[in-house]
């Protein structure tokens, strides 16, 4: 993707942060926006007050991706965080839309994040691109995420980038790890429950990758192989050399985390595949949690 240029909205978080880096190295020139000043030239100040963004912002570029939202794992999800959580990730989305609306056919791709808490909890379900949304807080809204999304219009090619939680020091592990090392963690509700997971090395190469391919539509970033929440948990506590016993019930977690953040979080069902990845022609680096597990802690 060299001699290319992307937008990308969003870029000082994990996934933003490492996207960044990732096509920088390989020469592709990268734009962000920033919600203050911008200090260089490849930085474009928006959603400060001063007005709309400039669709010129996104002209001639190969695609935008966009990455906004507060953290879902700020706690508790009060009232007042569910709608920072809505406002942070529908007020962006809608913005870069409306831009790309305005370019009409010279729009260029548009790669919307969203996340595998889109299908909640559906135990014993096989969960592609095509299954229905959940019924949790976090699955209703993934559904208007992505429908903020396409209001880029038809001449958009829009991707709904899935996202599981990232087995990285940074993402899911950095509660687990504590737990771990303090020898007090082991399985979460029953533990049976399947856990989409993704390695954020796999993460960034599978956005860059649908960047060049044509796909368009919901996309589940996911790694390739399902496990359980406690076939997760021992892999990193056999990974630190920590026991695996002292169980949290589902009625514990969702009493200290409350019923939204447990229900779509720690004690969600979901066996979720990457279909449309595979079928585009991806190639995962780490095919299990424990591969992931162990790129993360360096092992």
């Not at 996340?115 to 299954?131: D, I, V």
């Not at 790890?177 to 007090?184: E, N, V």
């Not at 969702?254 to 979901?270: C, E, K, V, Y």
């Not at 022609?281 to 790129?295: L, Q, R």
Request: net charge neutral; aromatic share 6%; with cysteine.
């Amino acid at each position: 993707m060299t001699d290319t240029h992307v937008v990308i909205a969003g870029g000082s978080g994990l996934i933003g942060g490492a996207l960044t880096q990732a096509l920088r190295a390989d020469g592709v020139r990268v734009t962000r926006l920033v919600r203050r000043p911008a200090l260089i030239p490849d930085e474009v100040e928006w959603l400060t007050g001063d007005g709309p963004l400039n669709p010129t912002a996104l002209e001639g570029t190969v695609a935008v991706v966009g990455l906004s939202g507060a953290s879902i794992g700020k706690l508790p999800w009060t009232h007042s965080y569910r709608e920072t959580l809505r406002r942070s990730r529908l007020e962006p989305t809608r913005e870069l839309a409306r831009a790309l609306r305005q370019l009409g056919s010279d729009a260029p791709a548009f790669l919307s994040a969203s996340a595998t808490g889109f299908y909640g909890s559906q135990p014993g379900k096989r969960l592609t691109e095509g299954s229905r949304p959940g019924d949790t807080f976090l699955a209703d809204l993934c559904v208007q995420w992505e429908r903020a999304a396409l209001e880029a219009g038809p001449g958009t090619r829009v991707v709904h980038l899935r996202t599981a939680p990232l087995l990285d020091r940074r993402g899911v592990l950095k509660p687990l790890l504590a737990l771990t090392r303090f020898g007090i963690s082991g399985p979460l509700g029953s533990g049976k429950q399947v856990w989409p997971w993704i390695s954020l090395d796999d993460e960034v190469r599978a956005i860059r990758h649908l960047i060049d391919h044509e796909v368009s539509g919901p996309v589940n970033l996911t790694g390739p192989t399902s496990a359980t929440a406690s076939e997760i948990g021992r892999s990193l506590a056999q990974s630190l050399q920590r026991p695996f016993v002292v169980p949290a019930p589902a009625w514990a977690l969702r009493l200290g985390l409350g019923a939204d953040a447990a229900d779509s979080l720690l004690l969600p069902d979901a066996n979720t595949v990457p279909d449309a990845l595979i079928a585009s022609g991806f190639e995962f680096h780490h095919h299990t949690p424990a591969d992931a597990i162990a790129a993360a802690l360096g092992a």
